[in-house]
């Protein structure tokens, strides 16, 4: 059974498809913690809603970045994590982390990579006038939104959307696939050969 950390910023509601589709499918994981950088992320209420451990750390609290992570990859040996989900989580995650978790730390973003990187995904996608954007799940490498893709799935745009209905299909998108990418990793699907990933059925 795999041990998964959920990294989340805000909302949480990534983490909320997580632990609904934990519930009812065979993920062969269990989400046994929920970390933030955010007192404030509902996240952590949900976490807690749920029986999940939660743990805030503030980033403003640490002399350095370096520090921070090195508290944050503490948490991670000591919960024996697996698998690191990154779920709306707004701090880059830092080298030393990285290394000891290479190829176990994955994320979600709100648009069909490489187009359209960095934080305002939907909003990008929608102002640039695209008819066609999606969400994808990549592993985290040391570049922003770059890492091997794992899952697509493309959202239409159509002439009578806004921005907000916009937002509403991709995270509809976003609630489907990720828990499947997770219970992909999980039964060991996946295979990573430099940039293509490939998926055992
Ligand atoms: C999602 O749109 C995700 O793609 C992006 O951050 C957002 C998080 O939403 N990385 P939520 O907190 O899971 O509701």
Redesign the pocket.
């Known amino acids: 059974m795999n041990r998964i950390a959920v990294f ?1 910023s ?6 909320q498809a997580l632990i609904d589709f934990s519930k009812n499918d065979d993920l062969n994981g269990e989400i046994v913690l929920v970390f933030s950088n955010k007192s404030s992320a509902y ?1 952590l209420q949900r976490a807690r809603n749920h029986g999940i451990k939660d743990i805030f750390l503030d980033p403003g609290q640490f002399c350095s970045r370096r520090e921070y992570d090195e508290q944050v990859l503490s948490i991670l040996k000591k919960e024996k994590i697996d698998l690191v989900v990154l ?2 989580y707004m701090l880059l995650i830092g080298p030393n982390i990285l290394e000891k978790f290479k190829n176990r730390i994955i ?4 648009a069909l990579l490489p187009a359209f990187k960095g934080s305002h995904g939907i909003k990008d996608a929608f102002d640039f006038g695209v008819k066609v954007t999606g ?1 994808t799940v990549h592993f985290v490498d040391e570049c922003l939104d770059s890492g091997p893709i794992i899952l697509q799935q493309a959202v239409e745009i159509s002439e009578d959307d806004s921005c907000a209905t916009l937002e509403e299909k ?2 509809g998108a ?1 609630h489907r696939i990720y828990p499947l990418a997770v219970k992909y990793f999980c039964a060991g699907m996946l295979k990573i050969e430099g940039r293509k990933v490939t998926i055992k059925k």
């Open positions: 989340a805000g909302f949480g509601s990534n983490l996240a779920a709306g994320n979600i973003h709100p969400v991709i995270h976003e």
